[in-house]
């Protein structure tokens, strides 16, 4: 069954669900959300009866905000104590303190940041919400004296975004810091099936400016990635695997990869893709491969298949967000077509409410081998370029 839920559901997702009758939650999110397709609606009593009785039955959320639905509903149950674990980042550094022994982490509430003693912690260290996602309020610290106006801005952030979504998504209160694992950044989905057996449904390597970067620019997908992080991953996936309980189980984790074929876990995200259905929908449109439909149908990606006529093929993930001085209310609109001229392949560009969430939105592309540059012009700009402004009369 499906938890459907604001911020964002794609047409994508909503014509997933709607063509193969999965059983979506009437929670008055999902019914205002899938007004006029036809939906196999179940009630929340009985979706809550199933699982009690079913603690593996199959049940994916598009948004993190579902989580308050599980807690309201099933606060005592298995699949919360298994969103727990992955939710908080500090739970999840403990489960995993016995593969990586000597990696830095501890918390602290927000409130205690200011007049923290940070002189004695190793260096770079990123500081975080315990509980969030999205890269809100995640900041890396390089110098102790850096660390009064890298508070200040997670203050504000957090202030800012505190009426976007609820305490169970972007914890107000309770920051983690750990340590800064060198290596490149990779993301991947996934799930585990109804016998324990991890899949993977797709890497993408989270692509950055510079050391300090820590937005959501560009994530890309290959043939190369895929084929060269399998055998590391499963290995990782069969570790935690071994640890909990994880049948019929989606999930989406970011790693790093710090030697050739180490990796070390950044975070887990529980019971989903990635956000605002953006990896599992790339997963379609560069593979065609309904992630979806794959998690609820346990069925295993063809790699070979996939990849037999998309060699040199590079597929990227690109978030549109504003990172110009350029205010919101100053735009009157973002010229998607100019955009998608600037590209190679544009799959598919997905436009979203910019005065509401605060981002333009989303451009999924292809990109031949020995065209990346288009992607590196995109990950340095600021986008002014496709900002149309308002006019102004005195």
């Excluded at 009866?49 to 005592?76: M, R």
């Excluded at 990779?186 to 057996?197: E, I, L, S, T």
């Excluded at 890497?203 to 937005?215: G, R």
């Excluded at 399998?230 to 909990?244: T, V």
Aim: charged share 25%; net charge negative.
């Amino acid at each position: 069954m499906i938890l459907l839920d604001y911020p964002f559901v794609s047409d994508f997702l909503k014509e997933t669900v709607s063509r193969n009758q999965f059983p979506v939650i009437a929670t008055p999110e999902a019914q205002s959300i899938m007004d006029g397709y036809a939906v196999n609606w179940i009630q929340s009593e009985e979706a809550v009866k199933i699982i009690q009785e079913n603690p593996i039955t199959p049940v994916y959320t598009n948004s993190e905000n579902s989580i308050a639905w599980i807690q309201k509903y099933l606060p005592d149950s298995p699949l919360m104590d298994k969103i727990r674990v992955f939710k908080n980042k500090f739970q999840f550094r403990q489960l995993v303190q016995e593969l990586y022994p000597d990696y830095f982490f501890k918390t602290a509430q927000l409130s205690e940041l200011e007049n923290m003693d940070i002189s004695q912690f190793p260096f770079p260290f990123i500081i975080k919400p315990a509980v969030g996602f999205f890269s809100i309020a995640v900041h890396k610290v390089d110098r102790a004296e850096d660390w009064p106006s890298v508070v200040k801005r997670i203050q504000e952030q957090i202030q800012k975004t505190s009426a976007l979504y609820p305490e169970e998504v972007v914890s107000q209160t309770e920051m983690i810091l750990e340590g800064y694992i060198l290596g490149d950044e990779y993301a991947f989905d996934c799930y585990f099936d109804g016998k324990g057996q991890p899949v993977i449904l797709n890497v993408l390597h989270h692509v950055f400016k510079s050391e300090i970067d820590v937005s959501d620019r560009v994530y890309s997908s290959s043939e190369e990635i895929i084929r060269r992080l399998s055998p590391a991953i499963m290995d990782f996936l069969e570790g935690i695997g071994a640890q909990i309980d994880l049948r019929n189980f989606p999930l989406h984790i970011e790693i790093r990869e710090t030697t050739p074929g180490k990796i070390i876990p950044i975070e887990v995200n529980p019971m989903r893709f990635g956000g605002w259905c953006t990896t599992a929908d790339l997963t379609w449109f560069a593979y065609g491969i309904n992630s979806y439909e794959y998690f609820f149908q346990s069925k295993k990606p063809d790699w070979a298949e996939v990849f037999s006529n998309r060699k040199d093929k590079q597929y990227s993930l690109i978030l549109l967000d504003n990172q110009s001085e350029v205010p919101m209310d100053a735009i009157a609109y973002f010229d998607f077509e100019a955009l998608a001229q600037d590209f190679e392949n544009p799959l598919h560009v997905r436009k979203v409410n910019m005065g509401q969430f605060g981002v333009f939105g989303f451009l999924f592309t292809e990109t031949s081998k020995g065209n990346e540059g288009e992607l590196i012009e995109i990950l340095h700009s600021d986008l002014t370029k496709y900002m149309v402004l308002r006019e102004f009369s005195d």
